[in-house]
Structure formats: structure tokens, C-alpha cells
């Protein structure tokens, strides 16, 4: 069972530079959801899609795009890279509404510099 | 505006003894609450859950107790490992609904053996 997968695991990128972090889910789970977890900050909702082509801001919305085209990839794109976007990504899935428990994928370190 | 509060960053416990890892939340319309348990460079992983029609629910070593008039809950474990040392944050939402998760900051609990 692969469950949550992400690519890559670290990245470090130049300010302005743009990239992909990948979010892939083997579970047929509706609901998706983009974390960033900063240091002693917890973990802060970027962007979540409760279904394929459907999808909503977070917390912390600004400086990032997402897509839903298919039920399995939910990617996160950075646009203009910017140090304040320096920060540990997790993607996680679920199989509904926050009622039930998300499984999530072991994190892409980006570091913008 | 912080919904969900884990006011320890931290707790060091002996090895065989009882951690409380507490948890505080302001929103009364939160009628459901998780743990998650979250190991360094992996993804946070699911522990216990307790809907707010139950004041506690155990899990093994592990129960959770929910305070909904102080708008509090808290995880014992019992007795702790050194294997339990790791961040675990605490996270609300509304049982019926389709919105996310709201996660505390986390607490490190550190067992020493």
C-alpha cells in the first residue's frame, strides 16, 4: 500500500525560481489537502479539493496554485519562489469531511534562498 | 487567531510513567477532535479520536479526555515508551461538516528511558 506519495523529498530553489511539488493517493480518497508546517508553527492549510476539479483556498493561500484534474494527483505550484516559502510541505488525502482521519505523505523540505 | 492550542511546546517524561499532552480549543461548535502523532522527517499519522458526545475514548496505551465545558481535551499515555517521543499535535473540526482540519502547534514529548 503506497497510500500518500510525494515527490520530491528536498529541493532547494533560487527566489523567483518555480516548481511542482507532486501529491499522489492510491485510496480513492475524495478530499485532498496541502500543509505547510513551519518551525514550532504547526501545520497551516494551504489549499484543499474536496473532489476531482474542485478546489479551495486555506490559511494560507498566497503564492501558490493547485489543481484537481484526477481523484489520485493533487500537485502544488510556486510560482515566484520567495524565502518566506522556505518550509516542510505535506500533502494528505481523506476519505471524507474532517470527520475521518487523514493519511499523509512524508513531506517535501523546500528551502528558498 | 488560534482555534486549536497546545500551549507545551514540550515534555520530557521517565520512561514507564504518565504523559499528558493537553489541549485547548475557543470555537464550541468543534464536536470532534484527533491526535496525531508525527516522527521527524515523516508525515504526521493517526492516533486516537473522540467525538464530542463522549468525554473519553481508549485506544491501549493511549485515551483521550474531552472537557467540552472547559474546552478542553488531553492524551495520557500510559506507561510511556521511548518510542512514543515524538511531536503530537492536536486537531478540531465539526463532525458533520466538509471543512478542514484545524491543527494545534504541536507538543515534543521526549521519553527518557
Known amino acids: 500500500n503506497a497510500g500518500v506519495t510525494q515527490t520530491p523529498k528536498f529541493r532547494i530553489l533560487k527566489i523567483g525560481q518555480s516548481m511542482t511539488l507532486q501529491c499522489t493517493q492510491d485510496?480513492?480518497?475524495?478530499?485532498m489537502y496541502w500543509y505547510r508546517q513551519d518551525p514550532g508553527m504547526g501545520l497551516k492549510l494551504i489549499y484543499y479539493?474536496?473532489?476531482?476539479?474542485?478546489?479551495d483556498k486555506g490559511e494560507v493561500p498566497n503564492g501558490y496554485n493547485v489543481s484537481r484534474s484526477t481523484t489520485e494527483d493533487f500537485p502544488l505550484r510556486l510560482e515566484l519562489a520567495a524565502p518566506s516559502q522556505t518550509s516542510v510541505y505535506f500533502c494528505?488525502?481523506?476519505?471524507?469531511?474532517?470527520?475521518?482521519?487523514?493519511?499523509f505523505g512524508n513531506g517535501t523540505r523546500l528551502t528558498v534562498t | 487567531d488560534q482555534q486549536v492550542k497546545q500551549n507545551s511546546p514540550s515534555l520530557s517524561v521517565q520512561e514507564g510513567r504518565i504523559s499528558i499532552l493537553n489541549c485547548d480549543y475557543t470555537n464550541s461548535m468543534f464536536d470532534y477532535f484527533l491526535w496525531y502523532k508525527k516522527y521527524p522527517a515523516e508525515g504526521p499519522t493517526f492516533l486516537i479520536s473522540i467525538s464530542s458526545i463522549k468525554d473519553k475514548n481508549e485506544d491501549g496505551r493511549f485515551t483521550v479526555f474531552l472537557n467540552k465545558s472547559a474546552k478542553h481535551l488531553s492524551l495520557h499515555i500510559v506507561p510511556s515508551q521511548p518510542g512514543d517521543s515524538a511531536v503530537y499535535f492536536c486537531?478540531?473540526?465539526?463532525?458533520?461538516?466538509?471543512?478542514?482540519?484545524?491543527f494545534g502547534k504541536g507538543t515534543r514529548l521526549s521519553v527518557i528511558a
Open positions: 485510496m480513492n480518497h475524495n478530499y
Open positions: 494528505a488525502s481523506g476519505r471524507t469531511g474532517g470527520n475521518s482521519p487523514l493519511h
Open positions: 486537531a478540531a473540526n465539526y463532525h458533520s461538516g466538509n471543512t478542514p482540519l484545524v
Open positions: 479539493s474536496v473532489g476531482a476539479g474542485i478546489t
